[in-house]
C-alpha cells in the first residue's frame, strides 16, 4: 500500500510541470485540416509554412517539403512515395507518386501540396494559401482553419491565411 501511495504522488508530481509546459507551449496555435483537396497541377492545393507539425496523405501528386535546418534532428518523413529528388532549393525535396504520407514536425518548414485526394492535418503557428478545382462547386475538397467550419476548397488561391496567433 505504501509504494502505491509514493508511486501514485511522485506521479502526480510529475504530471503538474509536464501539464504546465504542455499549456505554456500551444499559447498562440492554430490548427488547418484538409480533406479531400485537388487542384488544377500547377497549382498547389495548400501551399503552408508553419512552426509546429503537419501530418497527411497524397492521394496522387507531389509534395514538396523545405526544411531550412536539415540537421535539426526531426526532420521530414515521406513514405511509400514512387520518385524522389533534391531541389528546388538547397533545403528542400520533391517526393512524387499515388497514395503516399508525409509527416513534418518539430521545426519550420514550408510545404507546397500538388494534386488530389489530399488530406492534411497542421498544428502550429504560420500561413497557408489553399486552392481548389475552379468551375467546381463540390468534390474539390474541405478544409477548416484554426477550429472553424468546414468550408469549400475555392476556385482560385486564397490570399494568405493565418494559421495560429502571431502566423
Known amino acids: 500500500m ?15 510541470p509536464a501539464s504546465a509546459l504542455a499549456l505554456h507551449g500551444t499559447t498562440g496555435d492554430g490548427t488547418l485540416v484538409v480533406k479531400n ?3 488544377p497541377v500547377r497549382v498547389p492545393v495548400v501551399a503552408l509554412t508553419i512552426n509546429g507539425a503537419a501530418i497527411g496523405h497524397v492521394g496522387h501528386g507531389k509534395i514538396v517539403i523545405d526544411d531550412p535546418t536539415p ?3 526531426a526532420g521530414p518523413e515521406v513514405t511509400g512515395y514512387e520518385s524522389r529528388k533534391d531541389g528546388p532549393t538547397d533545403t528542400a ?3 512524387g507518386g ?18 488530389s485526394k489530399v488530406d492534411v492535418v497542421a498544428v502550429g503557428r504560420g500561413t497557408v494559401t489553399l486552392a481548389g478545382t475552379p468551375d467546381t462547386t463540390v468534390g474539390d475538397g474541405k478544409y477548416s ?10 476556385g482560385t488561391p486564397t490570399a494568405k491565411l493565418t494559421i495560429g496567433a502571431n502566423g
Open 2 to 16: 505504501r509504494r502505491l501511495v509514493v508511486t501514485c504522488a511522485s506521479l502526480a508530481a510529475l504530471a503538474a
Open 37 to 39: 483537396g485537388s487542384a
Open 71 to 73: 540537421n535539426n534532428h
Open 93 to 95: 525535396q520533391t517526393w
Open 98 to 115: 499515388t497514395d503516399f504520407t508525409f509527416r513534418a514536425v518539430g521545426g519550420k518548414y514550408t510545404i507546397l501540396i500538388y494534386g
Open 145 to 154: 482553419l484554426n477550429g472553424d467550419a468546414f468550408h469549400s476548397l475555392p
